[in-house]
């Protein structure tokens, strides 16, 4: 969040919750349990309060969800009392850093603040109504759900995805339940709150902008504009206010700069030339060297300080039109950078169990896939700097949408101003982070003004493109013109293109998973995609802790609950068909859709990246989930990692190999003016997305399962940097002649090449000659858990161990590997208290699928 300084004291503790006004709906028995309150915590959140107090049950569990809609119906109010002196300062601020969301402030009985929007932070100065002694403090929120049907009724309804009014409230959208997000709209004190007391002057605001030129001998310079705001205590005569900027590096050197707020002025520049500065790169580039930063600001005897750290590297979007339509390349510090990227969704429903830890253990999720950037999606927050910071160090590129998702919004000066007030304030508070690399106006919401039916519906009035168009593009060329910004996404990048034409800017390929199958990724030649995903329940133990049903069922009442997709289930049971067979059992169904998640992904991302340097990046929808549910994410809400995750670890490997149809010359001379021609050979497409050009040789055959080769050839490879090749597969080699028991088989000579084998399959899981239990495993015990050495006596498909079946707490290191006959892979499990035979037990493959006893084990 926003720096803290020394004067600003927390007032957390001694906080009670009731019930401002109840709704009719409300369970018997609530009221006389709210009679006296319940303690809060703060920074905290409604739902979390009543669930401590046991006043309600867990939200995410079986159906939990409907009894409890109660709460957003609710009007709640958070009091405390605090002591406090007068002391020597001479303002003294109550500042709220975050209010979810309409709430009126009393301090002893004054009004003294209303607040409209979550997602900024507001001061007011409250000498006159503070006392010596004790003081309380309310804060009341008008009920969230109610609030927003009235300003729909009140201003007109406008067009939204969902069943609640979100687009009428600047509070996180997918607080309202989204399709994977559960429905619990609630209120809190989301953020810190607390008495700032300072004298003189304080800091208002710093945004220290960066730039690298040329410098001597080759090297490089880092500019730093430090852009400092000040407020003056009212009080004390006006007068200058000197500034000292201090610019540590990595090693402890540092430099200093001056600079002046002139009397009568608020605001000042101090520039700052760092020679020979280390540049920060993102993962996979090279080092991330950051730099601290320290402001000072001297009001007579009083001092104010900032501190924070930047990180000194360029970054643009290129989008000028090609012959194929217009690229959206991103470059830093003028390289290339192919993204590899995945959507963020807030890491859980109630933003205040979030902290530190939890946010790196998404960053390891992340980075540990191989994914180098994270798109922040425009239904949550604008994300918290414990999660920019993480992206800084580690260089994981962040990519921040403005909240704005799937809805018009309105563009009346009420709703103009919050608008306005949220983009400078978190503009200005995510400045110094090197890791953000893109502002984003809108999720959707450009695309759904042409094909979703608004105009309809909008009667004349805007929609929003006033924000994405000029108010949001205005504020980042005022704050931080440093930063690309695209106005939506998808986005075409020029007048009159259809906002999701797969030729220009950033598309969202959707129609694979609501009613296509997978294999239409492969008609895509997109420059950009930045969403794109298939579904899969969580991990078993994740699923079954919170979904009930007798007997477990796709279609059972709690289970549909954990399923918030429009027809999800049944999309799920439509995915998987030509490509696995139909499962008997819960457990087969189970593994069935979480095998299918992973191919459908693993065969659209290998196609995109196949199209590098025509396509430069793909975003999955999506890392990580809210709460317990059935969703497109790679790693569920209990931290544990699908399938997908492994299948994108290897799709987003920096090298990549994959078997891809082409259309020969000859097939391209002969189709029709405007038409792609059939492909016709098969191709080893090679993506080199290293810094060092690749040069070797790949043996690929074509073999029967028991490992019989049946034709072979070697390739001769050549692979610039941030490059691509394409080979293409001798005739002889590509052409199957059983295509039900036979692989093509790409393989690196050497090793140590950073390339994995590809596979080319002749044949759906379903329509293949597997054997149904080809494996053999045995377990070793090792320090921490168990060595499971896995033997194919036949060829084996997506060996994967789900070891969360066996102990909750467990990990693997590998999964969805392909062992071929006669080769052996090894699993490092991670447990404190599983049985090594039992994981051992747990191992399955594919060719599970085919056995006639099918789905047996979870």
């Known amino acids: 969040m926003t720096f803290v300084p020394s004067t600003f004291r927390a007032l957390h503790e001694g906080w009670t919750l009731t019930a401002a006004a109840l709704p009719d709906g409300a369970p018997a028995g609530v009221?006389?349990?709210?009679?006296?309150?319940?303690?809060?915590?703060?920074?905290?959140?409604?739902?979390?309060?009543?669930?401590?107090?046991?006043?309600?049950?867990?939200?995410?569990?079986?159906?939990?969800?409907?009894?409890?809609?109660?709460?957003?119906?609710?009007?709640?109010?958070?009091?405390?009392?605090?002591?406090?002196?007068?002391?020597?300062?001479?303002?003294?601020?109550?500042?709220?850093?975050?209010?979810?969301?309409?709430?009126?402030?009393?301090?002893?009985?004054?009004?003294?603040?209303?607040?409209?929007?979550?997602?900024?932070?507001?001061?007011?100065?409250?000498r006159e109504a503070l006392r010596e002694g004790e003081n309380t403090l309310t804060v009341t929120f008008a009920a969230p759900v109610p609030e927003a049907e009235a300003r729909a009724a009140r201003d007109g309804a406008l067009p939204r995805t969902n069943h609640h009014e979100y687009?009428?409230?600047?509070?996180?959208?997918?607080?309202?339940?989204?399709?994977?997000?559960?429905?619990?709209?609630?209120?809190?004190?989301?953020?810190?709150?607390?008495?700032?007391?300072?004298?003189?002057?304080?800091?208002?605001?710093?945004?220290?902008?960066?730039?690298?030129?040329?410098?001597?001998?080759?090297?490089?310079?880092?500019?730093?504009?430090?852009?400092?705001?000040?407020?003056?205590?009212?009080?004390?005569?006006?007068?200058?206010?000197?500034?000292?900027v201090t610019v540590t590096d990595p090693d402890g050197e540092s430099l200093h700069a001056t600079g002046t707020v002139p009397a009568g002025a608020t605001?000042?520049?101090?520039?700052?030339?760092?020679?020979?500065?280390?540049?920060?790169?993102?993962?996979?580039?090279?080092?991330?060297?950051?730099?601290?930063?320290?402001?000072?600001?001297?009001?007579?005897?009083?001092?104010?300080?900032?501190?924070?750290?930047?990180?000194?590297?360029?970054?643009?979007?290129?989008?000028?039109?090609?012959?194929?339509?217009?690229?959206?390349?991103?470059?830093?510090?003028?390289?290339?950078?192919?993204?590899?990227?995945?959507?963020?969704?807030?890491?859980?429903?109630?933003?205040?169990?979030?902290?530190?830890?939890?946010?790196?253990?998404?960053?390891?999720d992340a980075l540990e896939a191989n994914v180098n950037l994270l798109r922040v999606w425009g239904g949550g927050i604008y994300e918290s700097d414990d999660l920019y910071d993480l992206a800084d160090s580690h260089g994981l590129l962040m990519w921040q949408d403005f909240l704005f998702a799937c809805a018009a919004y309105d563009e009346g000066p009420a709703m103009r101003a919050e608008v306005e007030a949220e983009a400078r304030e978190n503009v200005t508070r995510l400045s110094p982070h090197p890791s953000?690399?893109?502002?984003?106006?809108?999720?959707?919401?450009?695309?759904?003004?042409?094909?979703?039916?608004?105009?309809?519906?909008?009667?004349?009035?805007?929609?929003?493109?006033?924000?994405?168009?000029?108010?949001?593009?205005?504020?980042?060329?005022?704050?931080?013109?440093?930063?690309?910004?695209?106005?939506?996404?998808?986005?075409?990048?020029?007048?009159?293109?259809?906002?999701?034409?797969?030729?220009?800017?950033?598309?969202?390929?959707?129609?694979?998973?609501?009613?296509?199958?997978?294999?239409?990724?492969?008609?895509?030649?997109?420059?950009?995609?930045?969403?794109?995903?298939?579904?899969?329940?969580?991990?078993?133990?994740?699923?079954?802790?919170?979904?009930?049903?007798?007997?477990?069922?796709?279609?059972?009442?709690?289970?549909?609950?954990?399923?918030?997709?429009?027809?999800?289930?049944?999309?799920?049971?439509?995915?998987?068909?030509?490509?696995?067979?139909?499962?008997?059992?819960i457990t087969g169904w189970h593994w069935t859709t979480q095998l299918n998640q992973a191919h459908a992904i693993r065969f659209g991302v290998e196609h995109f990246r196949s199209l590098t340097p025509h396509n430069t990046g793909t975003i999955l929808w999506q890392l990580n989930d809210s709460w317990p549910v059935v969703s497109w994410a790679a790693v569920d809400f209990a931290e544990r990692r699908k399938p997908l995750w492994y299948a994108l670890r290897d799709a987003y490997a920096p090298r990549l190999a994959t078997l891809q149809p082409r259309a020969s010359a000859e097939a391209r001379a002969a189709a029709w003016e405007g038409l792609e021609p059939e492909p016709d050979t098969l191709a080893l497409v090679l993506v080199n997305d290293t810094g060092e050009p690749f040069a070797g040789t790949f043996t690929v055959t074509r073999e029967a399962f028991d490992g019989t080769v049946l034709a072979k050839a070697t390739l001769e490879a050549a692979v610039p940097a941030r490059g691509a090749a394409t080979l293409t597969v001798p005739a002889d080699v590509a052409a199957f002649g059983d295509p039900a028991a036979e692989v093509v088989?790409?393989?690196?000579?050497?090793?140590?090449?950073?390339?994995?084998?590809?596979?080319?399959?002749?044949?759906?899981?379903?329509?293949?000659?597997?054997?149904?239990?080809?494996?053999?495993?045995?377990?070793?015990?090792?320090?921490?858990?168990?060595?499971?050495?896995?033997?194919?006596?036949?060829?084996?498909?997506?060996?994967?161990?789900?070891?969360?079946?066996?102990?909750?707490?467990?990990?693997?290191?590998?999964?969805?590997?392909?062992?071929?006959a006669g080769r052996t892979v090894t699993l490092r499990v991670s447990s404190a208290a599983g049985d090594p035979d039992a994981f051992a037990a747990a191992v399955r493959c594919a060719n599970d699928l085919l056995a006639p006893a099918e789905g047996t084990r979870p």
């Open 167 to 244: 687009n009428q409230l600047r509070k996180m959208a997918c607080s309202f339940g989204w399709d994977w997000g559960i429905d619990v709209a609630g209120a809190g004190i989301w953020k810190p709150i607390g008495l700032d007391a300072w004298s003189g002057v304080r800091i208002a605001a710093v945004r220290p902008l960066v730039d690298v030129v040329p410098g001597a001998d080759g090297g490089h310079d880092g500019l730093l504009t430090v852009h400092v705001e000040v407020e003056r205590d009212g009080v004390r005569p006006d007068a200058d206010v000197p500034l000292v």
């Open 745 to 820: 088989v790409a393989e690196p000579d050497d090793a140590a090449t950073g390339f994995a084998t590809a596979y080319r399959h002749g044949a759906e899981v379903v329509d293949q000659r597997l054997d149904a239990a080809p494996l053999r495993v045995r377990a070793e015990p090792a320090d921490g858990g168990c060595l499971l050495h896995v033997a194919a006596d036949s060829y084996a498909r997506d060996v994967f161990c789900p070891v969360d079946v066996v102990d909750p707490a467990a990990t693997v290191d590998d999964g969805m590997v392909t062992v071929r």
């Open 31 to 126: 009221a006389a349990a709210l009679a006296d309150g319940v303690p809060a915590v703060v920074p905290g959140e409604a739902h979390l309060d009543l669930r401590r107090a046991g006043v309600v049950d867990d939200p995410f569990d079986g159906d939990n969800e409907a009894a409890q809609q109660w709460i957003g119906d609710t009007a709640w109010r958070f009091a405390t009392t605090f002591t406090w002196s007068g002391a020597d300062a001479v303002r003294h601020d109550l500042v709220a850093h975050g209010l979810d969301t309409v709430a009126t402030v009393e301090l002893n009985g004054v009004e003294v603040g209303r607040t409209q929007n979550m997602h900024r932070s507001y001061r007011w100065d409250v």
């Open 267 to 364: 605001t000042a520049v101090v520039l700052v030339t760092v020679t020979d500065v280390r540049r920060w790169w993102p993962v996979g580039h090279g080092d991330q060297p950051l730099y601290g930063v320290e402001v000072t600001a001297a009001g007579g005897a009083d001092v104010a300080q900032w501190a924070g750290r930047v990180g000194f590297r360029t970054v643009e979007v290129d989008t000028t039109p090609d012959e194929a339509g217009a690229p959206f390349d991103l470059r830093v510090n003028g390289e290339r950078v192919l993204v590899r990227g995945a959507n963020w969704i807030p890491d859980h429903a109630f933003l205040t169990a979030i902290d530190r830890d939890r946010y790196a253990r998404r960053v390891a």
């Open 436 to 585: 953000l690399v893109i502002w984003n106006g809108n999720n959707e919401n450009t695309w759904g003004s042409v094909d979703w039916g608004w105009a309809g519906r909008l009667g004349g009035r805007g929609w929003g493109d006033a924000y994405y168009s000029e108010l949001l593009p205005g504020v980042l060329a005022e704050l931080d013109p440093t930063r690309p910004y695209s106005p939506a996404s998808p986005y075409s990048f020029g007048d009159y293109r259809h906002p999701n034409d797969e030729r220009y800017g950033t598309m969202h390929v959707w129609d694979v998973w609501n009613r296509a199958d997978y294999t239409v990724y492969a008609q895509y030649r997109p420059r950009f995609v930045s969403e794109f995903g298939f579904q899969a329940p969580p991990a078993w133990s994740t699923l079954t802790a919170v979904v009930h049903d007798e007997p477990l069922d796709p279609f059972g009442p709690q289970m549909l609950v954990h399923q918030k997709a429009n027809l999800g289930n049944a999309k799920l049971a439509r995915g998987w068909q030509g490509h696995l067979p139909d499962p008997a059992t």
